[in-house]
């Protein structure tokens, strides 16, 4: 099955700071999407983004097909940013079928 | 729209008893999944249904894990001859199969066999 790596592992920020997570798929991708898991354990979808750039508030994202990867841009983080941020592929045939990978704990501090 | 819920939030069972989780998707959302997920992994696919047809199952999913979705709507999940490895949070999602394919997730079903 399709492969799905995220990178760094865990990240501690201050706030205010800028982060940039990535994600590696080892296949191609008609589905990609970026979720959010709060501390809390729920999952909140942040984007739909199989190809292309989108912008949401301070949070943006870039996913580069052709390279299979994908990038998670936050700014000017804040402590409610905390959390681990998850991204899921799909291949195929089975384009609602996620694969998640291992994801990428956030820590903003004070 | 309240989003998707799930039903019960937390589950404490003893090993061998069966167990029942329900799953209410987004009334718009024709797509429904069931994922699992341990502690500090991402979650995994266990199945999911278009409409009332389940489409997929995982080889995760053991035949003592049963789901359906009646008309559509709601969704079940059972596992029975619970085991200490079922312990796990259980996850819905919901969406449409128009052209965001973007997943709504359930706060989850928090699974403890003791």
């Known amino acids: 099955g399709i492969q799905v790596e995220q990178s760094p592992p865990d990240l501690i920020l201050q706030e205010g700071a800028n982060s940039t997570l990535r994600c590696n798929f080892s296949?191609?991708?008609?589905?990609l999407q970026w979720f959010h898991q709060n501390p809390w354990g729920q999952l909140i979808n942040l984007f739909y983004?199989?190809?292309g750039t989108k912008q949401n508030g301070r949070l943006s994202a870039t996913t580069v097909a052709t390279e299979r990867y994908s990038l998670l841009y936050i700014s000017s983080s804040q402590t409610t940013d905390s959390g681990v941020y998850f991204c899921a592929v799909a291949v195929g045939g089975t384009a609602s079928k996620l694969t998640f990978g291992t994801g990428t704990r956030l820590q903003v501090t004070l | 729209d309240t989003g998707v819920s799930q039903d019960p939030r937390h589950k404490i069972t003893k090993r061998g008893q069966n167990v029942t989780f329900r799953c209410d998707p987004i009334s718009e959302h024709n797509r429904l999944y069931w994922y699992r997920q341990t502690l500090g992994q991402g979650p995994e696919f266990l199945t999911y249904f278009q409409n009332e047809a389940q489409l997929e199952k995982s080889r995760l999913l053991s035949d003592r894990f049963s789901a359906e979705r009646p008309k559509g709507s709601f969704s079940t999940l059972e596992i029975q001859r619970t085991e200490q490895g079922d312990s796990a949070m259980y996850l819905c999602a919901s969406s449409s199969s128009g052209p965001n394919y973007g997943y709504t997730f359930g706060s989850g079903t928090r699974l403890t066999v003791v």
């Open positions: 983004i199989p190809s």
């Open positions: 296949d191609s991708v008609n589905n």
